[in-house]
């Protein structure tokens, strides 16, 4: 089992930044890839940025390329999302999220994740 927990959200106006953070707990996420999540209402939850876990490649959705970095400290068992340059398009619950997988494909999906976090809103004023 792997408890995850985000934090880190809020209300910021567009063009502003937020870091949001997501510790691990209990069994050791090391060996996992990780991934960020959002879902706005009447949404389906979208794929925003993960890290494949044995080679640490980076992939991002591409409405947040440029915008967003994904980073992970494996000593702190911690995940970090940067969001930078928001737009009120990127309010959300944002959700981070473990999977046992590589493939790009799968870490696109949120069926390739077996454990989530409670999730953080963050909303972005025009």
């Known amino acids: 089992q792997v408890q995850l927990e985000e934090s880190g959200g809020g209300l910021v106006q567009a063009g502003g930044s937020l870091r949001l953070s997501c510790a691990a707990s209990?069994?050791?996420?090391?060996?996992?890839?990780m991934g960020w999540f959002r879902q706005a209402p009447g949404k389906e939850r979208e794929f925003v940025a993960a890290?494949?876990?044995?080679?640490?490649?980076?992939y991002y959705a591409d409405s947040v390329k440029g915008r967003f970095t994904f980073s992970r400290d494996n000593a702190k068992n911690t995940m970090y999302l940067q969001m930078n340059s928001l737009k009120p398009e990127d309010t959300a619950v944002y959700y981070c999220?473990?999977?046992?997988?590589?493939?790009?494909?799968?870490?696109?999906?949120?069926?390739?994740?077996?454990?989530w976090g409670q999730g953080t809103q963050v909303t972005v004023s025009s």
């Open positions: 999220a473990v999977s046992p997988y590589q493939s790009p494909l799968l870490l696109r999906r949120p069926r390739g994740y077996d454990y």
């Open positions: 209990g069994r050791t996420a090391n060996n996992y890839s």
């Open positions: 890290i494949n876990w044995s080679v640490g490649s980076t």
